[in-house]
């Protein structure tokens, strides 16, 4: 995220913070204010300063939840908002009482990493139903005989596991659920896919994706969910996870190109997805080679735009789509499809302007 002066900060109200609203306050045509997930924070900082290099325009982007970038997005408080997780229908009226339609357009993929601390065994296999029942709270100890199954050989600990989740509403936390909740009928029914799932009171919540990561990084024990590039960042282990085929992979980025391979043929008859041109769910996807927890960041704006703004994301979205995805790998993402990357410039000429 850009950084802006201390005397920048002190103009601008509490409540708003670095988000400037789409009514034009604040800021020039060259500047654009987004928000929302963090599992695209680390490429949109990327993309933010190659593309002021190429011309000028400055992107700054408050990574603090899906939640959060939609309910701003649709307050008129951000240029443009970020999820992972589609709009619900209350979300879709209520925008549509504000602003009008709203557009979803895919940023990146990229994988939800399952990350855990356990300091003697480096290489963890675990499968959408133990996860389920850890988060249940019916998996209690690291060496319980469920794990243990997936991992022949391995000594593991009688040690508690401590669930770490998020504890504002998350789209990584969405992808998440979602899986559990398609492989695991008693996680869909008691807990369910969503940005702000329902808990048990059993492990930690924790704010972001860094919140998440870094508990588990300092807690002996532990295990939690966070985009790829931050248990990178942090070098904490990551879990294989077995998938609908029984094969266990990572969160790589052919594993997550093959879980959109398959998600993209999809007709996407449930919502959120259902709601939207261009929203897929990717995970638990029927493919040997797909990692399960895969998904989609969106990025989200008003159809009908001012005209000067409204270009200025527009030609952003265009770039970040097509050049911009050549950092994906690099970042620990996986790119757009090429014939996905098309629907979006479709999509994007769909932008309705207004003088």
């Not at 769910?281 to 969106?298: C, E, F, Q, V």
Request: with cysteine; charged share 20%.
């Amino acid at each position: 995220m850009r950084r802006v002066r201390l005397s920048q900060i002190l103009l601008l109200p509490l409540a708003v913070g670095l988000a400037v609203g789409c009514n034009g306050k604040g800021g020039g045509d060259k500047r654009l204010n987004g928000g929302g997930a963090t599992f695209v924070h680390p490429i949109m900082q990327k993309w933010s300063a190659e593309y002021e290099k190429l011309n000028g325009a400055q992107i700054d982007y408050s990574g603090l939840g899906s939640s959060d970038g939609i309910a701003k997005m649709t307050e008129k408080e951000l240029d443009f908002g970020c999820s992972d997780a589609p709009m619900k229908k209350e979300q879709v009226d209520k925008a549509a009482g504000i602003g009008g339609e709203v557009i979803h357009v895919p940023l990146i993929l990229g994988g939800v990493a399952v990350i855990y601390n356990l300091p003697n065994v480096p290489d963890l296999h675990l499968s959408g139903p133990v996860i389920a029942e850890i988060y249940l709270g019916k998996i209690k100890k690291w060496n319980e005989e469920p794990i243990a199954q997936l991992n022949p050989g391995v000594v593991l600990p009688d040690q508690t596991i401590i669930p770490v989740y998020r504890s504002e509403g998350s789209g990584t936390s969405f992808i998440f659920s979602e899986y559990l909740s398609k492989v695991h009928p008693e996680f869909a029914q008691k807990i369910g896919a969503s940005t702000s799932p329902k808990w048990p009171q059993i492990g930690v919540g924790q704010p972001k994706s860094d919140g998440v990561t870094n508990h588990v990084k300092n807690n002996a024990g532990s295990i939690g969910y966070t985009e790829v590039s931050y248990a990178k960042k942090n070098e904490v282990a990551v879990a294989a996870i077995q998938n609908g085929k029984g094969k266990f992979t990572h969160p790589d980025a052919d594993a997550v190109t093959a879980a959109a391979e398959w998600g993209l043929t999809q007709q996407q008859t449930k919502e959120p997805y259902s709601l939207h041109e261009l929203t897929y769910s990717l995970t638990n996807a029927d493919s040997d080679k797909a990692y399960p927890i895969s998904g989609i960041s969106y990025g989200l704006l008003y159809k009908k735009q001012p005209r000067k703004k409204g270009e200025a994301i527009v030609e952003f979205f265009k770039w970040a789509t097509t050049e911009g995805q050549k950092f994906a790998v690099d970042l620990h993402y996986a790119p757009l499809p090429a014939d996905l990357q098309k629907k979006v410039a479709e999509r994007l000429a769909k932008v309705e302007y207004t003088d």
